[in-house]
């Protein structure tokens, strides 16, 4: 699949990449030249929250896809409304509710 994008971009991506990876968590930290940003995702009664994805960016790209998120969130909330922000508990557990049964 490729699709051409506002720059005039030809840019390619594959069935699996674009089903896309659920996340409810992500960790970010940085050194003088890098960010990296782990996209994580914690679901109920495993021990483990796992890693999904780690991109890294340089500080420049950082900055910019900051920007570029602020400006979708606005563009949402002006669509949608205003997005509910809800405090995360002090010590997010990586095992939070029962155990699921089938």
């Given at each position: 699949m490729?699709?051409?994008?506002?720059?005039?971009?030809?840019?390619?991506?594959?069935?699996?990449?674009?089903?896309?990876?659920?996340?409810?968590?992500?960790?970010?930290?940085h050194?003088?030249?890098?960010?990296?940003?782990d996209?994580?995702?914690?679901m109920?009664?495993?021990?483990?929250?796992?890693?999904?994805?780690?991109?890294?960016?340089?500080?420049?790209h950082?900055?910019?896809?900051?920007?570029a998120?602020?400006?979708?969130?606005?563009?949402?909330?002006?669509?949608?409304?205003?997005?509910?922000?809800?405090?995360?508990?002090?010590?997010?557990?990586?095992?939070?509710?029962p155990?699921?049964?089938?």
């Open positions: 490729s699709e051409e994008n506002k720059k005039g971009l030809n840019i390619e991506i594959n069935n699996d990449v674009a089903s896309g990876t659920y996340s409810n968590l992500a960790m970010i930290n050194s003088n030249s890098e960010f990296v940003v996209f994580i995702q914690m109920p009664g495993m021990p483990k929250a796992q890693v999904k994805s780690r991109i890294i960016l340089t500080p420049q950082a900055k910019r896809f900051m920007n998120l602020q400006d979708n969130i606005n563009k949402f909330e002006r669509q949608f409304g205003d997005i509910k922000d809800q405090e995360p508990p002090h010590n997010m557990p990586t095992n939070f509710g155990i699921g049964e089938a």
